[in-house]
T-cell receptor
Framework: SAVISQKPSRDICQRGTSLTIQCQVDSQVTMMFWYRQQPGQSLTLIATANQGSEATYESGFVIDKFPISRPNLTFSTLTVSNMSPEDSSIYLC????????????FGQGTRLTVV | GDSVTQMEGPVTLSEEAFLTINCTYTATGYPSLFWYVQYPGEGLQLLLKATKADDKGSNKGFEATYRKETTSFHLEKGSVQVSDSAVYFCALSDPTASKLTFGTGTRLQVTL
């Protein structure tokens, strides 16, 4: 298993500002992912964070809005840029060993409220 | 693309009642199937998983069987407890990657 530390755990931000969320894993992992969980809804994959290269974004998500860094195999950041109230969500970091058919582990999430 | 369909909630049961939460999926290839649970104010935790047809995943009294013929992975528990109150997510992963496709989640409320 993997232990994931995500911070901040929650924040209240002004519209137009940006917030960077950090995800630290206690072991090296191949795959890291960022998900969004909007209020009362399911999880939607934002992007796959690739070590040493640009992140791979899912349809509907763009790098300018959600820049991602992955400087090594244990750490990643997600920035929510130029925030609006519609960005109010829980953002979750997820990791997987990268082998086929293995489970994914999740951080506790960052609860973001944009006012 | 891949998709997961879950029964809508909320589901309200009395303690010791039998629980079924339906989940069906659409996927190419042979995905792995998961149930995750999210307790109030917490992150997601893996509840159980199955990686091939006819596999049964089980944990904490919960069970689900990977049914390829019906593309289903229904979650069951014979006797629920108040502490089982949470949101349950069915999910699948493409066997070539580890990113997950989630269902919409089903909120379970168990009362005394």
């Amino acid at each position: 298993s993997a232990v994931i530390s995500q911070k901040p755990s929650r924040d209240i931000c002004q519209r137009g500002t940006s917030l960077t969320i950090q995800c630290q894993v206690d072991s090296q992992v191949t795959m890291m992912f960022w998900y969004r969980q909007q209020p009362g809804q399911s999880l939607t994959l934002i992007a796959t964070a690739n070590q040493g290269s640009e992140a791979t974004y899912e349809s509907g998500f763009v790098i300018d809005k959600f820049p991602i860094s992955r400087p090594n195999l244990t750490f990643s950041t997600l920035t929510v840029s130029n925030m609006s109230p519609e960005d109010s969500s829980i953002y979750l970091c997820s990791v997987s060993p990268g082998q086929t058919n293995t489970e994914a582990f999740f951080g506790q999430g960052t609860r973001l409220t944009v006012v | 693309g891949d998709s997961v369909t879950q029964m809508e909630g909320p589901v309200t049961l009395s303690e010791e009642a039998f629980l079924t939460i339906n989940c069906t999926y659409t996927a190419t290839g042979y995905p792995s199937l998961f149930w995750y649970v999210q307790y109030p104010g917490e992150g997601l935790q893996l509840l159980l998983k199955a990686t091939k047809a006819d596999d049964k995943g089980s944990n904490k009294g919960f069970e689900a069987t990977y049914r390829k013929e019906t593309t289903s992975f229904h979650l069951e528990k014979g006797s629920v407890q108040v502490s089982d109150s949470a949101v349950y997510f069915c999910a699948l992963s493409d066997p070539t990657a580890s990113k997950l496709t989630f269902g919409t989640g089903t909120r379970l409320q168990v009362t005394l």
